[in-house]
Structure formats: structure tokens, C-alpha cells
């Protein structure tokens, strides 16, 4: 799976979200891959961003996150974190806080709503999209609600996990969601796994 040196192996955590009146989320879960990076590659953007490029992972943008709930419709998303930490509102309103750091990616399927809360006055990270994909940018509006779900149905999985390529845990936590098997107890699930 590690093609790379610069890769750690990944420890998967899962948030499961649900949709709510406002944000359409997802039934595929979000992946927070911990410490993936190894701390002296972290910080290179050039290689965080050939690591992305280099598994059909691209549009990239550097620099930080926008601090109003919002989603993309039309793409997943992967955030990987070059320096500093963050604080995230992951699910809308209700949802998630995850605290990222530098070394950490965010693979956030399409429908996710995130926030950024708060972050170090040195965070930078860069956000790609899966084959190059243009993104959309909703905020919860009423308006958007049925499109974006429309959109959302018919964004298909990624070919290749956004670091690990053809073998990475993207591949078997993503499957076709008609396999998916979600076990919801009204709390995000946390997989918890060292592949």
C-alpha cells in the first residue's frame, strides 16, 4: 500500500453523518486519516500536493478553510493538513468537531457540510478534488436542498484512494452504497483502524 516514504500507514477514523433538514451529508462516512504524513514531509506542499496529483487527485487549492457551513454536491474532497491545526464542524450545526493537525487528511464525501471553527495562525492546507473535479459551493439554503441531493446521487466513488492509490482504505470504507453497512447508534461510529 505505501508507495510512498513519506507515507505513514494510515489509522481510519469514521464519522457517520446524518442528513437534516438543512445539509444533505452523506451515507458514505467521513475518513480522518491520522498522522498520515510524516512529520519533515508534512509542511512540503510540492509533495503533499504531488502525493494528491499522483492518485488522480487534483484542482488543488492552498491556504485554509472557509468559516461558514458549506458542502459540495458534485465532489468528494480531500483536505490534507500542511502546517499548524484546525478545529472543524464536520455534519452542519449539529455535527462533528474534529481537531486536525499538520500531518492529518480529510477525505469528505459529497453532501458533507464543514466549518471551519477555528484554526493556528500557521495553518495551511490543501484541498484537491478526485479527477480534477470543479466544485459547487452550497451553504444550506432551502433552494439548493433538492439539486444538490440529485448531484449528490450521482457523484461516483473515487477510482483511487487520495494517497494510498488503488490499495487505500478510501477503497473499502467508499464501497458501492447499496453494500454499505452503517451501524448508526445515534453517535458517529469511530472505525479505529491501522491498515
Not at 7 to 23: A, S
Not at 84 to 94: A, F, R, S, V, W
Not at 98 to 120: C, Q
Request: charged share 15%; hydrophobic share 35%.
Amino acid at each position: 500500500m505505501n508507495d510512498y516514504p513519506w507515507l505513514n500507514m494510515p489509522f481510519v477514523n469514521c464519522l457517520y453523518l446524518t442528513e437534516d433538514n438543512i445539509f444533505p451529508n452523506s451515507e458514505l462516512p467521513v475518513l480522518i486519516y491520522k498522522n498520515v504524513f510524516k512529520t519533515s514531509i508534512a509542511g512540503s506542499v510540492d509533495i503533499v500536493q504531488q502525493v494528491l496529483r499522483n492518485n488522480g487527485w487534483s484542482n488543488s487549492e492552498t491556504g485554509s478553510l472557509y468559516m461558514r457551513h458549506h458542502y459540495h454536491s458534485n465532489t468528494h474532497k480531500a483536505i490534507s493538513i500542511c502546517s499548524g491545526e484546525c478545529i472543524l464542524l464536520i455534519g452542519g450545526p449539529n455535527g462533528n468537531v474534529a481537531h486536525l493537525v499538520k500531518g492529518d487528511t480529510l477525505l469528505l464525501p459529497a453532501g458533507a457540510a464543514h466549518k471551519k471553527l477555528k484554526a493556528s495562525e500557521d495553518f495551511v492546507c490543501i484541498s484537491a478534488y478526485p479527477a480534477g473535479n470543479n466544485f459547487d459551493l452550497n451553504f444550506g439554503n432551502h433552494s439548493e436542498k433538492i439539486p444538490a441531493d440529485i448531484n449528490i446521487q450521482q457523484v461516483p466513488l473515487p477510482a483511487k484512494d487520495p494517497l494510498y492509490g488503488s490499495n487505500g482504505p478510501l477503497l473499502d470504507y467508499w464501497k458501492k452504497r447499496n453494500e454499505l453497512v452503517v451501524q448508526m447508534n445515534n453517535e458517529p461510529a469511530v472505525c479505529g483502524m491501522v491498515v
